[in-house]
């Protein structure tokens, strides 16, 4: 495969540093991409150049406000690349289908699809705001993380199971099942996000499960294919 060295050194220098959540030094920065402080130097500053990353008081780089502004562009084209997936799943299971993203510590609802039969809605909209610490969408998501000494039990037995189930957390009443997109940016930002399905009442979790979870590889697989096409 070919590749453009500056522009790879670019998009792994991202990635490491959206690891590092206190920020990184240009030294320790280095060591990780393998290449000398100048041109960590020079490749930090065309980042910084185009918004994407900063260096405070401290040195310490970060990313910066235009990782926020490419992550909100891609959006609206993962909503239209979601959108007849959730309409499957919505007829599927018979449940309002969803797409949630992670956004700092909450949860956000970014499109609805709900199923033609049915008279009861759930009250789970578009730009719905959650923690993500409730609710099937934001376990899914925290179980899609790297694994962590204090993981709560639903948190874990989601990442086993590769779905979460929550019930009255959002909503009293509420049933949801969600599992967690597959990171598919290869970069920063990295992308969180769970497709799921919730209603009022019982809900029968093994079918809505495994629609759920196919659902969400297969977006996945979809999404991933078109990241690679455009690298």
Known sequence: ???LQTLDRGLSALEIIARRRDGISIADLSE????HRAVTYRVVATLEAHGLATRGGTGAIRLGAGVMALAGRFRPQLRAIAQPFLGKLAARTGATAFLSVAEGE???VILVEEPEA???RVGYRTGSRHPLSRGAAGIAILSGRPPRQDDPPAILQARADGYSVTRGQIQQGAMGVASPLRDMTGAAPRL???IGVVTIGDLDV???AEAVKAGATELSDLLLDGTRAVG
């Open 192 to 194: 969180e996000a769970a």
């Open 118 to 120: 049915g008279v009861l």
């Open 32 to 35: 990780e991409l393998g290449i």
């Open 206 to 208: 093994a079918p809505a």
């Open 1 to 3: 495969m070919n590749t």
């Open 106 to 108: 909450d949860c956000v």
